[in-house]
T-cell receptor
């Protein structure tokens, strides 16, 4: 079974600095997607960034970028120029191929709580 | 606003009771997923429907059931509720069950069982 592990329950960063959140996963599949979701105190799950496993290029969305290491099954999130609004829970998620019992559902890590200090 | 609507936002009920959570997906989305977020189990996939049919099952208890109606809204029914069922229940929708589709989440229903 696929698993997603986030080894940092909490992280802290100074405003305007850079922080990296770690995520590792386990799968025997070669075709899958990886995501980072943000959950602020409002509870809304917000998609931050996604990576397709067959693409070697790391995804980037403005201040957010990933370091995708397929062989190592590692998928870290880098937040540059951190802002107070970045404070939230961040969840790493895996989505497998669409066959068998998997129909696109997400498998989530336990999350990392990010605090941003002014 | 993701376009996915969940009602109610909060629900408090007693053990042994039954509740129904409702989800209206984004316009045009055929696929609906239900997730449970609890402190001890984290975010877990419960069940998925696609265009009215059940497509995949995750860690859903037998006391729980769901359905998707012809207008594509979905309901999650939780019965014989226990204290441990207290959690945030999310609905997510996507346009299809295809590979390159993004799931949009509702704001969740906070269920408290007392």
């Amino acid at each position: 079974a696929q698993t997603v592990t986030q080894s940092q329950p909490e992280m802290s960063v100074q405003e305007a600095e850079t922080v990296t959140l770690s995520c590792t996963y386990d799968t025997s599949e070669s075709d899958y997607y990886l995501f980072w979701y943000k959950q602020p105190p409002s509870r809304q799950m917000i998609l931050v960034i996604r990576q397709e496993a067959y693409k070697q290029q790391n995804a980037t969305e403005n201040r957010f970028s990933v370091n995708f290491q397929k062989a190592a099954k590692s998928f870290s999130l880098k937040i540059s120029d951190s802002q107070l609004g970045d404070a939230a829970m961040y969840f790493c998620a895996y989505r497998g191929p669409f066959y068998g019992g998997s129909q696109g559902n997400l498998i989530f890590g336990k999350g990392t709580k990010l605090s941003v200090k002014p | 606003d993701s376009g996915v609507t969940q009602t109610p936002k909060h629900l408090i009920t007693a053990t042994g009771q039954r509740v129904t959570l409702r989800c209206s997906p984004r316009s045009g989305d055929l696929s609906v997923y239900w997730y449970q977020q609890s402190l001890d189990q984290g975010l877990q996939f419960l069940i998925q429907y696609y265009n009215g049919e059940e497509r995949a099952k995750g860690n859903i208890l037998e006391r729980f059931s769901a359905q998707q109606f012809p207008d594509l809204h979905s309901e999650l029914n939780l019965s014989s509720l226990e204290l441990g069922d207290s959690a945030l229940y999310f609905c997510a929708s996507s346009v299809s069950a295809g590979k390159n589709t993004e799931a949009f989440f509702g704001q969740g229903t906070r269920l408290t069982v007392v």
